[in-house]
Each structure stands twice: as structure tokens, then as C-alpha cells.
């Protein structure tokens, strides 16, 4: 496993300021998922997460499945969701999270994803849906920049 890159850290702190979620990651999804980029919440009583989480928890192999962003305002209104180990063990309620595709090779790396302990009115789902795909566009252009030939 390699080590964090602060690069890709300070862009998960900054998904979730955007998404105002005590938790953001910019998660590399294979056998396992890896965080690349994780915030945590600071200076709080909130657990604080891993690097990686098996495949089974969370919402992000959905996303990469699916190959399209996923808002849920309130975890707990979605039967096939509101089961999810992650309801239980972290107290996720609030879940948003874009598929990182690879325009190049058509690949679905992973995802940016936020999650919150609070759930969202349903009239904030658009609004946070928007948010969310523009940070994954914002990662994806600096990706191609970078990396481009």
C-alpha cells in the first residue's frame, strides 16, 4: 500500500467543505477500497476511518457498479442502502459520491464521495449531487493535466 499524498488529502478536506460532511474521500475501488484521499473530522468525538474499507461497506462499489453519482439525503429512506454496515458501525446517514471515469480508457477508477452523520433534507439532494460532480470533474481535469502525453 502506498503512502497518503497530502495533495490528495487536502482535496478530500476540500470535498467536504464543499458538501459541509465531517468525512470526504477520494477512494481507489479494486479488491478493496482505498482512500487516497481521506479528511476525517477534526477535533471531534466522530470515529475516525482507515485507510481502507472492504467492499462490503459503504456506498462507492455501488457508484463504480452503476458508473454514475449517487446522492442519498437519508440513507435510512433506501431499504437496499439503509442495511449497509456502515449505517450501523459509523452512523452514515447522508451519503453523495461521482464515479471517477477515465475518458481516455473508459475505466471507472474509483470515486469522490462525502458521507455525513446527519441526514440531509430531500431538497438538498440536487444541490449536493451538483456539488459532488463538479468536485469529481475538478479531480478528473487535473488528473488529465497531469498526466496527459
Same mark, same amino acid.
Request: include cysteine.
Given at each position: 500500500?502506498?503512502?497518503?499524498?497530502?495533495?490528495?488529502?487536502?482535496?478530500?478536506?476540500?470535498?467536504? !467543505? +464543499? =458538501?459541509?460532511?465531517?468525512?470526504?474521500?477520494? $477512494?481507489? /475501488?479494486? %479488491? #478493496?477500497?482505498?482512500?487516497?484521499?481521506? &479528511?476525517?473530522?477534526?477535533?471531534?468525538?466522530?470515529?475516525?476511518?482507515?485507510?481502507?474499507?472492504?467492499?462490503?461497506?459503504?456506498?462507492?462499489?455501488?457508484?463504480?457498479?452503476?458508473?454514475?453519482?449517487?446522492?442519498?439525503? !437519508? +440513507? =435510512?429512506?433506501?431499504?437496499?442502502?439503509?442495511? $449497509?454496515? /456502515?449505517? %450501523? #458501525?459509523?452512523?452514515?446517514?447522508?451519503? &453523495?459520491?461521482?464515479?471517477?471515469?477515465?475518458?481516455?480508457?473508459?475505466?471507472?477508477?474509483?470515486?469522490?464521495?462525502?458521507?455525513?452523520?446527519?441526514?440531509?433534507?430531500?431538497?438538498?439532494?440536487?444541490?449536493?449531487?451538483?456539488?459532488?460532480?463538479?468536485?469529481?470533474?475538478?479531480?478528473?481535469?487535473?488528473?488529465?493535466?497531469?498526466?496527459?502525453?
Amino acid at each position: 500500500m502506498a503512502p497518503p499524498v497530502e495533495a490528495f488529502d487536502a482535496f478530500a478536506r476540500q470535498v467536504a !467543505d +464543499v =458538501l459541509g460532511t465531517p468525512y470526504a474521500m477520494l $477512494n481507489w /475501488v479494486g %479488491d #478493496e477500497q482505498y482512500f487516497l484521499g481521506l &479528511a476525517n473530522p477534526a477535533d471531534s468525538e466522530l470515529p475516525v476511518l482507515g485507510r481502507t474499507l472492504p467492499l462490503t461497506h459503504g456506498f462507492c462499489p455501488h457508484v463504480v457498479q452503476r458508473r454514475g453519482s449517487l446522492v442519498l439525503t !437519508d +440513507v =435510512l429512506d433506501f431499504d437496499a442502502f439503509a442495511g $449497509n454496515p /456502515v449505517v %450501523d #458501525e459509523l452512523g452514515v446517514r447522508m451519503y &453523495a459520491g461521482a464515479p471517477l471515469i477515465d475518458k481516455r480508457t473508459n475505466h471507472v477508477w474509483g470515486t469522490v464521495c462525502g458521507i455525513d452523520i446527519e441526514p440531509r433534507a430531500r431538497s438538498q439532494g440536487r444541490p449536493v449531487w451538483t456539488r459532488i460532480d463538479h468536485m469529481r470533474d475538478l479531480l478528473m481535469t487535473e488528473l488529465y493535466l497531469r498526466t496527459s502525453p
